[in-house]
């Protein structure tokens, strides 16, 4: 680029200094071509060249300080220039650098799928990633995200830490109210929908579906789903830079998952489209647990540990698939009931209920044949 392309693409700054020179450099010809026209002749007078001197040397010091003006002027141009090419590569790298922390951030979450097999899927990787990072935008970017959590402001990873230590505290009770076993619901349900993933496996018995959304959570396998719950949530504690969660550490205990088997607002949301007689089955467990007799001993036994034994996991209620192993388990059950009710009279309250037992096997049974 040339001096006069320089000067176009100037600003005004780089006029005033071109102006400045310009005329310290136009006065001081002016001054000489007036001192010339005045005294024409070289003088033999020392007076004259030290009058002559004079005017040379407050002619340089005004130049002189034109000069400098001007190229303070320019400078002071040229380092506006390069404070801005500066910060827009600051920018610019800002730009890259959340670009790149998102990037590894949905690598992250592609290493969570794979680790399940994709059976499960982040949809919207950009609204969570945003709902981790709520304060990172092109011109900042924060590697670390504090939880917030109060009664008049809450971010995600704040809600998601409150919902953990609800859920920890639920899981340490032995005894159990409905509207407890429907918070306990509730709260599973909501930590899906906070750590933003979607169950694509394929579903089975026991499965929790809420609306549309298939949430992964088995009323069955409850452990399973709770530690993938706090594996996704740690990835998150890790990835924003705090320590993580250490609850969730114990077995779940039968206490829990009765309660959300026995549950009937609960059971709305359950998946029973496998197993023929299901539902029916597991009420006539606790039917079955709750008979005793005058010592308190179990009136069906084998029965009841042979349903024990069905509900513990979502793979053993996958057995009563195998007709022949269902089958066995009912035959259990009404050969119990006829030796039971050899003991009781008509009259008894628990002939009556055994007499509801061997109804409800029979017809699990007939449900079995038309399948």
Request: charged share 25%; glycine share 8%.
């Amino acid at each position: 680029m040339g001096f006069g392309e320089r000067v176009k693409a100037s600003s005004p700054w780089s006029w005033i200094a071109i102006g400045i020179l310009l005329t310290s450099v136009g006065g001081g010809a002016a001054l000489f071509l007036i001192y010339s026209h005045y005294f024409p002749y070289l003088s033999g007078a020392r007076d004259d060249w030290n009058v002559f001197g004079a005017l040379l040397g407050g002619f340089g010091s005004c130049f002189g300080a034109g000069a400098t003006l001007a190229t303070l002027l320019f400078l002071a141009h040229q380092n506006r220039k390069q404070q801005g090419f500066i910060e827009w590569q600051i920018k610019a790298q800002t730009f890259e650098q959340l670009l790149s922390h998102q990037r590894v951030f949905s690598e992250r979450l592609e290493e969570i799928e794979s680790r399940y097999d994709h059976k499960i899927r982040f949809p919207d990787v950009e609204s969570l990633y945003i709902r981790l990072f709520p304060k990172n935008c092109p011109s900042k970017v924060d590697f670390h995200s504090d939880p917030e959590y109060s009664e008049t402001h809450e971010n995600l990873l704040g809600r998601l830490k409150a919902r953990f230590e609800r859920l920890d505290t639920l899981l340490d009770k032995a005894e159990w109210t409905v509207s407890e076993a429907y918070d306990l619901f509730e709260t599973l349900c909501d930590l899906v929908d906070d750590l933003g993933f979607k169950w694509t496996g394929e579903p089975s018995d026991g499965d929790v579906v809420r609306g549309v959304i298939h949430t992964g959570i088995n009323i069955y396998s409850l452990h399973d789903s709770l530690l993938r719950l706090k594996i996704i949530y740690n990835s998150f504690l890790r990835f924003t830079g705090n320590s993580e969660f250490e609850g969730l550490n114990r077995g779940v205990t039968s206490f829990v998952r009765e309660a959300l088997m026995k549950n009937r607002r609960v059971r709305r949301f359950v998946v029973y489209n496998s197993v023929p007689g299901l539902c029916a089955l597991q009420d006539l467990y606790f039917e079955i647990k709750s008979l005793r007799d005058d010592a308190t001993h179990w009136l069906l036994p084998d029965t009841l540990e042979r349903l024990r034994e069905t509900f513990e996991s979502r793979e053993d209620v996958a057995e009563l698939n195998d007709a022949q192993n269902y089958t066995n388990i009912l035959g259990t059950g009404v050969r119990e009931v006829k030796d039971a009710l050899l003991k009781y009279d008509e009259s008894d309250e628990r002939y009556e209920r055994l007499n509801a037992c061997k109804d409800t096997l029979h017809a699990i049974f007939a449900e079995i044949r038309q399948t």
